[in-house]
């Protein structure tokens, strides 16, 4: 694999020349300080946000939310099975068009 050495990428302040030497190289022969790497372990580091970690957490708590209101299903399958649910088509229809709003708008 080829790298260019005149990539930059939009969030880069300032263009720098890519070249095979190591930072720590540079900075021990005199160079000019790299900031982010510690010369004198003489390794690289990263460092990870804690982004991933968050939506995780939260990719987690909303696997635990039930997508079933079993109390309202179970309210209605009573109503539904002694023949007292009578449903007003204008109420349905007019639901139906608002969660399809708010699914479009959503996305």
């Known amino acids: 694999m080829k790298i260019d050495p005149k990539l ?6 300032q263009p720098e020349r890519v070249s095979g030497k190591r930072a720590n190289d540079a900075q021990l022969k005199g160079g ?5 790497v510690n010369s004198t372990a003489g390794e690289d580091t990263v460092k990870l946000s804690t ?3 968050e939506v ?3 990719a987690s708590a909303v696997s635990q939310v039930p997508d079933v209101r ?4 179970a309210a ?3 109503k539904v099975s002694t023949g007292n649910y009578k449903p007003n ?4 229809a007019d639901a ?9 708008f959503k996305a």
């Open 8 to 13: 930059q990428f939009p969030n880069d302040a």
């Open 32 to 36: 000019p300080s790299v900031t982010g």
């Open 51 to 53: 982004a991933h970690s």
């Open 56 to 58: 995780q957490r939260l």
């Open 70 to 73: 079993t109390e309202k299903i």
């Open 76 to 78: 209605l399958q009573g």
């Open 89 to 92: 088509s204008t109420q349905i």
């Open 96 to 104: 139906v068009i608002a969660e399809q709003t708010q699914r479009k």
